[in-house]
């Protein structure tokens, strides 16, 4: 158990629908950061939070978006779903930014139909 | 642009053998080389890092070169076992961290 935790573990939802994934990183850790994870693709980094600030962006497409909160937790929000999101969708956390071990959570299945 | 090629896509090996997995990246600012191991459907874990100013670091059975001139690095893992069999990634920090596509290894008993 890495200490990162993640809700849902599954959700199953239709094209052009809304979800919400929810991260809390350990405890102390002040970085969470956005993983989605295709059968055919490795990891692909979307997105880093920095004690409530945007610190770094990746691949994350203009329908999806994020925020950390004052206590950390963090989500990441999925609109207007497509069959292609259909993905694992990790967070991580580290202690500080860059160069730090990331923990990564459980992980979230999303399934698009 | 911030790329990190992972090397071979596939590896079977017999137990007790060793297993190699090489990967290169491009940026030369890169100073921190993480390796993940990810068994199906679980999250990646840690299993061994290198920062740029160390050139081998090992832990037991595995171990972790660097050669920052040729931009690449590798995982070693001698003594395999079939425990071992997993997906395992490579990542570079540049600006973020940047995986390599995965190694899916196989250790056959």
Not at chain 1, 28 to 44: K, R, T
Not at chain 1, 82 to 107: H, K, M, T
Not at chain 2, 14 to 31: F, M
Request: hydrophobic letters at 30%.
């Amino acid at each position: 158990d890495s200490g990162v935790t993640q809700t849902p573990k599954h959700l199953i939802t239709a094209t052009g629908q809304r979800v919400t994934l929810r991260c809390s990183p350990r405890s102390g850790d002040l970085s969470v950061y956005w993983y989605q994870q295709s059968l055919d693709q490795g990891l692909q980094f979307l997105i880093q939070y920095y004690n409530g600030e945007e610190r770094a962006k990746g691949n994350i497409l203009e329908r999806f978006s994020a925020q950390q909160f004052p206590d950390l937790h963090s989500e990441l929000n999925l609109s207007s779903l497509e069959l292609g999101d259909s993905a694992l969708y990790f967070c991580a956390s580290s202690v500080y930014g860059r160069g730090n071990e990331q923990f990564f959570g459980p992980g979230t299945r999303l399934t698009v139909l | 642009g911030e790329n990190v090629e992972q090397h071979p896509s596939t590896l079977s090996v017999q137990e007790g053998d060793s297993a190699v997995i090489k990967c290169t990246y491009s940026d030369s600012a890169s100073n921190y080389f993480p390796w993940y191991k990810q068994e199906l459907g679980k999250r990646p874990q840690l299993i061994i890092d290198i920062r740029s100013n160390v050139g081998e670091k090992k832990d037991q059975r595995i171990a972790v070169t660097l050669n920052k001139t040729a931009k690449h690095f590798s995982l070693h893992i001698t003594e395999t076992q079939p425990e071992d069999s997993a997906v395992y990634f490579c990542a570079a920090m540049m600006r973020k961290l940047i995986f390599g596509q995965g190694t899916e290894l196989s250790v056959k008993p």
